[in-house]
């Protein structure tokens, strides 16, 4: 018998409480409990997009003239399908990359006071970017310079430079 009340009864409660009114709010009135919808940051303007990776620039002019490479190359997706294009040379891959600057500019010295200047920000979207500028290298026994060409990525980290096109000026 208490099986019976089980199996029929139970059920026959839950569903008479789903159907019928309470307190002669219908079904369709019944106020619900919902939770506030989730809150999603907005997206950025192509304005600000374009000031973030000026600010990756600035970060890595600031990382060199400290003697900083490792915070230099934090700029830099870390990835093996970062390329740096150079003259003739192709290097591929962020560890690679990094290991260049580090023998071709080996102390303060080499290094020199790094300046970014002109530089224009043209955005693909929202999550590329093509960065083009001058750079300056002062030295003290020279001053290397040129233009650059950066693709940067809107990785979850941030903006990284995922391709960067540099070439020195000829003095002749």
């Known amino acids: 018998m208490f099986r019976v009340l089980t199996v029929i009864a139970l059920p026959t409660a839950v569903l008479i409480a789903a159907i019928v009114p309470v307190d002669g709010v219908s079904p369709s009135r019944t106020p619900t409990l919902t939770s506030p919808a989730p809150t999603v940051a907005p997206t950025p303007t192509q304005e600000e997009n374009k000031e973030a990776v000026r600010k990756v620039l600035k970060a890595q002019q600031i990382a060199w003239n400290h003697g900083d490479i490792q915070t230099f190359m934090d ?77 940067f990525r809107n990785m979850a980290e941030g903006w990284k430079i995922v391709h960067d096109h540099t070439s020195e000026a000829s003095e002749g």
Do not use: C
């Open 75 to 151: 700029g830099y997706w870390r990835s093996r399908d970062t390329v740096f294009v150079s003259g003739d040379t192709v290097t591929r891959g962020w560890q690679t990359v990094h290991d260049r600057y580090r023998s071709k500019y080996p102390n303060r010295e080499k290094m020199g006071e790094l300046t970014f200047s002109e530089v224009e920000v043209h955005m693909f979207g929202y999550d590329g970017a093509l960065a083009f500028g001058r750079w300056r290298l002062d030295r003290g026994a020279d001053n290397p310079h040129g233009h650059f060409t950066l693709i």
